[in-house]
């Protein structure tokens, strides 16, 4: 047992080292201001100067091919030998590969879809206790600490892109956690963006369909008009899913 | 008019005594039913990514809105003056926060995390009406047992009226804010629209009345008090008033919903669909919830106490159906992404025609301990405190009643 | 009856006295891989909650991943394998948060969704 005047001791020490941390991290993000595109230092904060999105040109995308819904199960460990009771409408999915065929002229086309990450996201408006939230930089993520699992944003989701655990996991990946009687959807590998220094590594789907050799995914900032996706979207049309809704999506697709 | 006299219930009767342990049973089946959902994960039930909510919702809001609909006679006679209710104030209150128990009991210990409901206490997203809602139902325990104290408690009688105005505005909104959950949603056809909570607020005057009308005749039976027929008989009408604004409720949804183009899906899924829905809809909330109890109401047969009975549990059954369909109805008809396009295939199920849903026992039996809660709160309160009139004959209650 | 109350004490005595002087059973908590934890034991002891509370939302809220006070660098170093080489889970009494947390029998829920060991398959992660 250590004695009382010891602890007292340490404990000054700290709110003196608290209190530098405390006024270097105040100040960090305002040193950050002169941003650059690319992912930021492990240790700062993320800013609104950034927002991330994609652009998916369907007419790149195969139908028939799930390279990117494969990427992404494997990296958040959504295929880990977990969720072996739910029945395949309970299991997870952030994202998932839909083949579409025009009514009116037959014209067929492949997507893939997954969280939007709208800049006004109605899931962020109806949760209870705030768990569904949407970063700085446009990530759009559950909270899951204070998710109470009450599915509305399930209920508003006007993509369906979120999935809730039905039941106990064991086997999550260390960045992305995930559990039972919690809301969960794409996250953009966020884990990616936030940790990434020097290498600029898209999300698992991005990087997956470009190792296909499709390429039928950009990931990148859309604040910066040098980013890849921000040509592209300038030079070429592009229009965001249920774009009626006013909801202006991160996502945006090309061919539709 | 004499003054009313409160009695508790006398005596430990077998009636008594078995209702409570049915009640109990039920109680207890459903408390078993949610402790298997919690502990193994809803993989247990019939609920998926495709339909979130289910039964226990269905039963939970249903009991919500009837909760906030029973308090209406009580409003009827403190806030509209008219003597004959003034009576049975105190069964409306308590009714209201039984009903409003058994609702929230259902909605909480179906939470995907109901060990979290501190949290959901303590952090609030005010853009959200679900946080509104909790504020909502909370406050209304409060206000509504602050009434009941000051309509019980003879040196505060002179400001039950404030509690009764206060109580009568506040769960209006209570019940906008519920209709208000479904209403705002853009993401679904069957929602998205401003007539779900003023249709929500007539819903509760019907549901919420049938079951006092029930809770009522039941109670003075079994209890062998006298209640009269003009106390009677003026619910009933009054019912049949609201049956019938439901049903016109509902007439102006789906006449506008058929006019847009755009939701000509999703009507022909509830309204002519080869699916349970249709079936629900037509037969059970519209003929048997409404037609049938209409017809009982109005005719002959509304004098007999035993079709009143039977035409009250028509409404409730009707509304529980009208409820199903809504809330389930409106989640398994599939989000129409894209407008003028036929999903091909997809790996999550958007290409169904529609997402089946079939419930499991343990949610079932969640649903329907909500009710028998609510049901227990009844004789269990009304054997402490004065609740029940010892009479509700004419000659007691009924102002003009000559002799 | 005197006698009898006499006795009582005598025996409340000594069965307190062989409770206050008897072995009081310690938690056996295994050591973390590297020379020192992030901040002094008996702080750490005492304050670990309030860093894991603090740091989360930083994590969640700025994207704040730093190796000082991450979790996941908890778990990478305060790793406990079994007699296999195999990282135990939170399930086994000899991971490094259950060792004292079953002890103190203070339920945490953070492995509902956290991992309690370093991911093996680390697809894509920095290590």
Not at chain 3, 94 to 109: E, G, L, P
Request: glycine share 8%.
């Amino acid at each position: 047992m250590t004695d009382t005047t010891s602890i007292k001791m340490s404990r000054r020490k700290f709110l003196g080292v608290g209190a530098v941390t405390a006024a270097g991290a105040g100040i960090a993000p305002g040193v950050s201001l002169i941003s650059i595109a690319e992912a930021k230092p492990v240790d700062q904060a993320i800013s609104s100067d950034q927002r991330w999105g994609m652009l998916i040109d369907t007419n790149k995308c195969a139908k028939g091919c799930s390279a990117c819904v494969d990427a992404c199960n494997t990296e958040n460990g959504l295929n880990n030998g977990d969720e072996l009771n739910s029945r395949p409408e309970q299991k997870a999915q952030w994202i998932r590969k839909v083949d579409l065929k025009d009514k009116a002229t037959g014209h067929e086309v492949s997507l893939p879809l997954m969280c939007q990450h709208c800049e006004n996201p109605p899931c962020v408006d109806v949760c209870p206790t705030g768990a569904s939230f949407k970063r700085e930089d446009g990530v759009v993520l559950v909270d899951k600490h204070i998710c109470i699992g009450c599915r509305y944003c399930m209920m508003a989701c006007p993509y369906k892109a979120r999935s809730f655990i039905h039941e106990e996991l064991t086997h999550q990946m260390e960045y992305a956690p995930r559990g039972k009687g919690t809301v969960e959807s794409c996250t953009l590998c966020v884990h990616r963006i936030d940790e990434d220094i020097n290498e600029k590594r898209d999300p698992a789907c991005v990087e997956a369909c470009n190792g296909e050799g499709h390429k039928a995914m950009y990931f990148g900032d859309l604040k910066d008009a040098n980013s890849e996706v921000s040509q592209q979207l300038k030079n070429h049309s592009s229009k965001a899913i249920r774009a009626d809704l006013n909801l202006n999506p991160g996502v945006r697709y090309r061919g539709i | 008019m004499k003054k009313i006299n409160y009695l508790e219930i006398e005596g430990w009767s077998n009636g008594f005594i078995g209702l409570l342990a049915v009640l109990g049973v039920i109680i207890l089946a459903g408390m078993g039913g949610m402790y298997y959902m919690e502990h193994n994960g809803h993989f247990v039930t019939g609920m998926d990514n495709h339909i979130v909510w289910g039964i226990p919702h269905v039963f939970a809001v249903f009991l919500i809105v009837a909760a906030s609909g029973a308090l209406n006679v009580a409003s009827i006679g403190t806030v509209f003056k008219k003597p004959i209710y003034k009576p049975l104030g105190r069964l409306s209150s308590l009714l209201a926060l039984a009903l409003l128990a058994g609702g929230l009991m259902v909605l909480v210990l179906d939470l995907g995390r109901p060990d979290r409901l501190v949290v959901a206490m303590t952090y609030y997203n005010f853009k959200s009406i679900f946080a509104w809602n909790i504020i909502l139902y909370n406050g209304f325990f409060a206000i509504v047992a602050v009434y009941i104290w000051m309509m019980m408690e003879k040196k505060m009688n002179k400001y039950y009226r404030a509690a009764g105005f206060v109580a009568f505005f506040w769960r209006l909104i209570l019940t906008t804010g519920t209709g208000s959950i479904f209403g705002f949603l853009v993401a679904r056809s069957a929602y998205d629209a401003a007539i779900m909570a003023p249709m929500f607020i007539i819903m509760s005057f019907a549901f919420g009345l049938a079951f006092f009308l029930l809770v009522l005749m039941l109670s003075y039976h079994w209890m062998d008090r006298p209640l009269g027929d003009k106390t009677v008989k003026t619910l009933k009408n009054l019912l049949g008033v609201f049956v019938g604004a439901v049903m016109y409720f509902v007439l102006a949804y789906h006449l506008t919903n058929l006019y847009i183009t755009e939701h000509h899906g999703v009507e022909k899924f509830i309204l002519a669909g080869d699916n349970e829905f249709t079936k629900l809809f037509w037969i059970v909330q519209i003929i048997a919830g409404g037609v049938i109890p209409l017809a009982i109401f109005y005719s002959k047969l509304g004098d007999s106490r035993l079709w009143l009975g039977i035409g009250s549990l028509l409404v409730i059954i009707g509304g529980l159906a009208q409820m199903y369909v809504i809330i389930i109805g409106g989640q398994a008809y599939p989000i129409d992404m894209f407008p003028g396009m036929e999903v091909v295939s997809s790996s999550f199920g958007d290409a169904d025609t529609y997402h089946q849903y079939s419930p499991s026992l343990a949610e079932t039996l969640l649903g329907i301990s909500g009710i028998a809660l609510a049901m227990i709160m009844i004789p269990v309160c009304s054997k402490v405190l004065k609740f029940l009139p010892e009479s509700l004959a004419d000659k007691d209650v009924d102002p003009h009643h000559k002799g | 009856m005197k006698y009898l109350q006499i006795m009582l004490v005598m025996l409340s005595m000594l069965l307190t006295n062989s409770i206050v002087t008897a072995e009081v059973p310690q938690p056996n908590i295994p050591k973390g891989n590297a020379e020192k934890c992030v901040l002094p034991t008996a702080e750490m002891r005492v304050n670990h909650m309030e860093k894991i509370l603090h740091q989360r939302d930083k994590t969640m809220y700025k994207g704040v991943r730093t190796e000082q006070f991450s979790f996941k660098q908890c778990i990478n170093c305060h790793t406990v394998k079994d007699e296999q080489g195999q990282a135990v889970t939170f399930k086994d009494e000899r991971h490094f948060c259950s060792s004292c947390h079953t002890y103190a029998a203070v339920t945490i829920d953070c492995f509902e969704c956290h991992a309690s060991t370093p991911s093996k398959s680390m697809a894509g992660s920095k290590p």
